[in-house]
């Protein structure tokens, strides 16, 4: 696609939920990123893809956030037994290579509110 | 951690001055950019300095970078009520993630 597709848009769950995000990279691109933004704060690394490199899964914040990379393409995170501070707005980003050489691109976020 | 810094927090100015942001970063970096975000949604890539550069233009926007004080600027001219949103700066010190500072807001007052 033209740029990064990321889905729900919006999510609200009850706690203790499992929930999944979706991130449609841009297609060739070889590196993607998962963070997350609390409200009125910057962004926190959650994981990195980068082609068929084991991920760099050094920001999950728990047991409970997992994430995969089909493909080498399409990305789903995966929060189990969702917590209320859990709530925010996760980024997905995608580059052409990985060292962020060139920039990246984001996705519009999905928005989780875990009530 | 964070690893970029921004300063200030919040910048509130009239329109047609210029804003000025500033980063400040702690380790040794391979490149240092700065992103744009409207409403709390998906980021803008605006500009890429390499740590071999010192300044670097695009459009209204000069970004300079002092790798001697771990440090970086943002200057917009001539501001427009459009760029009203946070700017972070982001810093590529490794070969993998680059890791994002907690953001300026600025205002443009019409």
């Known amino acids: 696609g033209a740029g990064v597709s990321q889905s729900p848009s919006n999510k609200v769950t009850e706690k203790g939920k499992d929930v999944e995000l979706r991130c449609d990279p841009i297609?060739?691109?070889?590196?993607l990123y998962w963070y997350r933004q609390s409200l009125g704060q910057g962004l926190e690394f959650l994981i990195y893809?980068?082609?068929?490199?084991?991920?760099?899964k050094s920001g999950l914040p728990s047991d409970r956030f997992s994430a995969e990379r089909t493909g080498g393409s399409v990305s789903t995170l995966t929060i189990q037994r969702t917590q209320q501070e859990d709530s925010a707005v996760y980024l997905c980003?995608?580059?052409?290579?990985?060292?962020?050489?060139?920039?990246?691109?984001f996705g519009s976020g999905t928005r989780l509110t875990v009530v | 951690s964070q690893q970029g810094e921004e300063d200030p927090q919040a910048l509130s100015i009239q329109e047609g001055e210029n804003a000025t942001m500033n980063c400040s970063y702690k380790?040794?970096?391979?490149?240092l950019q700065w992103y744009r975000q409207n409403s709390g949604r998906g980021l803008v890539h605006l500009i890429l300095?390499?740590?071999?550069?010192r300044e670097k233009h695009s459009g209204r926007l000069r970004v300079t970078l002092d790798t001697s004080k771990k440090s970086s600027s943002l200057l917009i001219t001539a501001s427009r009520a459009a760029d009203t949103a946070s700017y972070f700066c982001?810093?590529?010190?490794?070969?993998?993630?680059?890791?994002f500072g907690s953001g300026t807001r600025l205002s443009i007052r019409p």
């Open positions: 380790t040794s970096i391979n490149n």
């Open positions: 300095i390499r740590s071999n550069e």
């Open positions: 982001a810093t590529d010190s490794s070969a993998s993630k680059i890791i």
């Open positions: 893809f980068q082609g068929n490199s084991a991920p760099d």
């Open positions: 297609s060739g691109h070889t590196a």
């Open positions: 980003a995608s580059s052409p290579h990985g060292q962020g050489r060139n920039g990246y691109t």
